[in-house]
């Protein structure tokens, strides 16, 4: 077993992201980590929105956040993402958002695949299903 | 022609709807003149939510907002909204938004009704047009 | 040890929240949560506002979601808040989302106490140390 | 006088920025306007987050917007800013949002130079009075 492939995508802050402590709020890091997911769904050659198309829904079951810095507004910032768990109707991305080499926001979501007809749990849909055991090093 | 109904909502700030200046962020108010709309939608008796689900789609093709006094996390603010333009296929929303007394933000959003299926211009739904038109004090 | 008090706020979901899965995005709920944590401080007899501008800020450091199940337009939720956790210098909060009896998401987040001027970890403000050991049931 | 300077930043569409509409919400618009002024303001060789910390806010007084086509997840727009006026104490800024040669949305923002210190209207700074001219055109 590999290790995940890793994405990276730059995010310059936005001013509507900061609040009145001067830092970008904490909500602001799950849009973020979206942002990057979406960059890793890319690679598998079919974008999130091709796959949403397509039938499917990834949602959202979970997720967990470690805030160690803030980010401000001025930054750009590099948010890392890997796939971290991978099962039939599961998966689990890992996230890192840093400034420099300097570790910011560290985290993880889960998601669950999902018929968008019928609303109910299916398996990795058939377009990605290889493509995604590929990234997750498996 | 009689004066338009008024509804008003009141609005506790959200932390995140601050920005790093310590005041609300500009942005918000289109959200915040958004459930104004929804509460005077509600006067119809056909919350916007059975509108939508009804087939039709009430989008925005404009809008207006003069800025004249910051809100402010801790504060609570009242959002005066009314049908302030009624034709057709088109309507005018307008809005007030006040702390105590005093005027913070004006504005107006402007409308059009669409057919959900179609996605194209439509005249107002029979649902709602007597409704919207009472309402509108006409 | 007494039971912590619960204070519970109620959401009416907001159009700008939903997401084109016709559900609320799930970075809402941190929104959503951290207005129900400023009831729960409001009880000590000192709103976050008051605490801020007495030179302390509560900072987020974790957070951990599980959505169950969705809300959406037309929805009028419940957040629930209660102190999880206390001590000298972090406090963990707990909290419940429901739609009439439905749990729709639950999760906590970690927060630290900071100076505002040095921006350094410091203790429970004395303004709010014995309150908070009241609602925490301690 | 010459044609103000264009800049233009390209901006992919995030899906927490889409609504049950399929479609992005309006009030980003706003968000995404500050996005570009940011970008003209860095022209100046003074990025507007130095501005603020040399004492100067560049507050909101107004806005207009106009949703001529929607902005969908997949999108990436090309929002375009440029100084449309410029006086002593206010400027106006207008913007136009693209995806490849099709205009979506334009729209122009008011606002007022403050001295951070005593927020009261000022005239522009020093530090960016000319460049402004300069990119002004005038």
């Known amino acids: 077993m590999d290790e995940p492939q ?3 995508v730059d995010i310059e802050v936005r001013y509507k992201e900061t609040d009145q402590m001067g830092v970008v709020h904490h909500a602001n890091f799950l849009v973020w980590f979206e942002l990057a997911r979406t960059a890793l769904c890319r690679l598998t050659g079919h974008p999130y929105a091709e796959i949403e198309r397509a039938g499917f829904l990834l949602i959202v079951a979970g997720a967990e956040l470690r805030y160690r810095q803030p980010a401000r507004y001025g930054d750009t910032v590099a948010v890392a993402c890997w796939v971290d768990r991978l099962e039939s109707r599961r998966m689990r991305f890992a ?3 840093r400034r420099d080499e300097e570790l910011l926001v560290s ?3 889960d998601h669950i695949w ?3 007809g019928t609303r109910r749990s299916c398996r990795i849909p058939g377009l990605v299903a290889d493509e995604l055991r590929r ?3 498996a």
């Open 95 to 97: 996230y890192e958002v």
């Open 114 to 116: 999902v018929d968008a």
């Open 107 to 109: 985290g993880t979501t």
């Open 6 to 8: 890793r994405v990276s």
């Open 135 to 137: 990234l997750a090093g």
